[in-house]
């Protein structure tokens, strides 16, 4: 049996989805990005009047998808200590892979998690990075 978790301070899905799953003691976070809730502003990213990316900050995204992933995981009934799988995905691993690496390290200093980090050619928003994530709920 599972539940459906929509947290009302995390960006709006974009697509038919909920932010998270529990089953049992286990939550599942669908991917998150670095949106801001409310808005379609992305921090760190500079859109052309085509709507294409014109640049971006890959320290700034880390910082909003991570504090994203955050909130998701505690409107969820549980917390940062509690992840312990992180899939992380980059469009441009040759160029952001050490900031990010450098921010994630920062973030996880207390909490090491098991992480995969893969780079894909397109993420559904003009973002450059997106994080899917596993924790446990306390019982």
């Not at 529990?22 to 599942?28: A, C, E, Y």
């Not at 971006?56 to 994203?68: L, R």
């Not at 549980?78 to 390290?105: E, G, H, P, Q």
Request: with cysteine; charged share 25%; proline share 6%.
């Amino acid at each position: 049996m599972s539940e459906s978790i929509q947290s009302q301070k995390a960006p709006e899905p974009v697509g038919a989805y909920p932010h998270a799953k529990r089953v049992g003691h286990l939550l599942f976070l669908s991917g998150v990005g670095p949106r801001k809730r409310g808005t379609k502003e992305i921090p760190g990213v500079t859109l052309d009047n085509k709507g294409h990316i014109a640049g971006y900050d890959i320290e700034v995204q880390c910082h909003s998808v991570f504090e994203n992933v955050r909130t998701v995981v505690e409107d969820s009934g549980s917390s940062w200590d509690r992840i312990v799988d992180v899939t992380v995905f980059l469009t441009n691993m040759k160029d952001d892979f050490a900031k990010y690496n450098k921010l994630y390290a920062e973030y996880f200093k207390d909490n090491q998690p098991a992480r995969t980090t893969v780079e894909v050619t397109a993420l559904p928003t003009p973002i450059a990075i997106e994080l899917k994530v596993i924790a446990t709920i306390p019982e």
